[in-house]
């Protein structure tokens, strides 16, 4: 086993062995019900340079998404207020001017401190939540975001009819996301 790494096997009904880091710097072992413990130990072994190069980089990652998110402190009522009252200035004329655009009613508007998303739309009201941390990205990566959860309203999924309307009325999708990804650090464990 690789030394100061916490690898944690899990069984379950999967078909064959897989691996992913952890933030906290460890290994999660996907394991079919049938495999062996010799088969999961050759397994880990087989991919030691694998877990040797990605357990670093995924502490990295955390790193720098707790450095992003600490430059906007949240920890006082004072400070949400202010937080609130400085997006709110950015989002409503973003929402304005996009939803007489697509031709969509959205719902309510709040704000929250999540950093596990930068925007939500409720299917049946279509209110709309944003996050706090979108104040720590250029305004181009929140206009994103608008025109992405107002999208939603149109077509509720992920799927390519709502990625094409996201397209037409914001071309820079990609471009945005990926911005956003990289200030942020918000890049997904390492899976093998």
């Known amino acids: 086993m690789i030394e100061g790494v916490n690898i944690n ?14 933030k906290e710097g460890g290994v999660n072992v996907s394991a079919p019900l049938s ?3 010799k088969e999961i130990d050759d397994f880990i072994s087989k991919h030691e340079s694998w877990i040797e190069k990605n357990v670093p980089k995924t502490l990295q ?17 004072r400070q949400q207020n202010d937080a609130r009252r400085k997006l709110s200035a950015i989002i409503l004329p ?11 009613t959205p719902g309510s ?15 049946k009201t279509h209110n709309l939540q944003f996050s706090y941390y979108l104040l720590l990205l250029p305004e181009w990566c929140i206009e994103h975001v ?13 799927s390519p009819a709502f990625y094409a309307v996201v397209d037409k009325y914001y071309s820079r999708r990609k471009e ?3 911005e956003t990804s990289r200030l942020s650090g ?4 390492e899976e093998m």
Not at 186 to 189: G, H, K, L, R, V
Request: glycine share 2%; with cysteine.
């Open 9 to 22: 096997i899990i069984r379950k009904d999967v078909k064959s062995l897989s691996m992913r880091t952890t």
């Open 35 to 37: 495999a062996t413990q």
């Open 61 to 77: 990652r955390v790193e720098a998404k707790n450095n992003f998110y600490s430059q906007l402190p949240l920890l006082t009522h």
């Open 94 to 104: 973003l929402i304005e001017k996009y939803s007489k655009m697509m031709n969509v």
């Open 109 to 123: 508007i709040v704000y929250s401190a999540t950093k596990s998303q930068w925007g939500r739309c409720t299917d």
């Open 146 to 158: 608008v025109v992405h959860e107002l999208a939603h309203i149109i077509e509720p999924n992920h």
């Open 176 to 178: 945005a996301m990926a």
């Open 186 to 189: 918000n890049i997904d464990e």
